[in-house]
């Protein structure tokens, strides 16, 4: 089992920055990619970012590639997601997932891949 931990999320206005983090622990001796995904208020969740377990792939929705950068630290039980320019269409619950996989350089983009998910942060951008 590993259990993941939002934090970073709040309340910012357009234009401005903020930085999500997520903790894995438990069994985390494993390789496993992990990912980033928002829920808007009665939208489907959707796929942001993700991240393989060797740091070295990464993948970016269209609506936020060049403004949102994924990361992992150095531990790899940590993964980070650096949120430029913001805007109010990124008002969402933002959740962390981790997914067990035996190919280090793969990167997971559906939420039926992964296997664990955190309690979600509260990202509210206003105009």
């Known amino acids: 089992q590993v259990q993941l931990v939002e934090s970073g999320g709040g309340l910012v206005q357009a234009g401005d920055s903020l930085r999500l983090s997520c903790g894995a622990s438990?069994?985390?001796?494993?390789?496993?990619?992990m990912g980033w995904f928002r829920q808007a208020p009665g939208k489907e969740r959707e796929f942001v970012a993700a991240i393989s377990w060797s740091g070295g792939q990464s993948h970016y929705a269209d609506s936020v590639k060049g403004r949102f950068t994924i990361s992992r630290g150095n531990a790899k039980n940590t993964v980070y997601l650096q949120m430029n320019s913001l805007k109010p269409e990124d008002t969402a619950v933002y959740y962390c997932?981790?997914?067990?996989?035996?190919?280090?350089?793969?990167?997971?983009?559906?939420?039926?891949?992964?296997?664990?998910w955190g309690q979600g942060t509260q990202v509210t951008v206003s105009s």
């Open positions: 438990g069994r985390t001796f494993s390789p496993y990619a």
């Open positions: 997932a981790a997914a067990w996989s035996r190919n280090p350089a793969i990167v997971l983009v559906t939420t039926r891949e992964y296997d664990y």
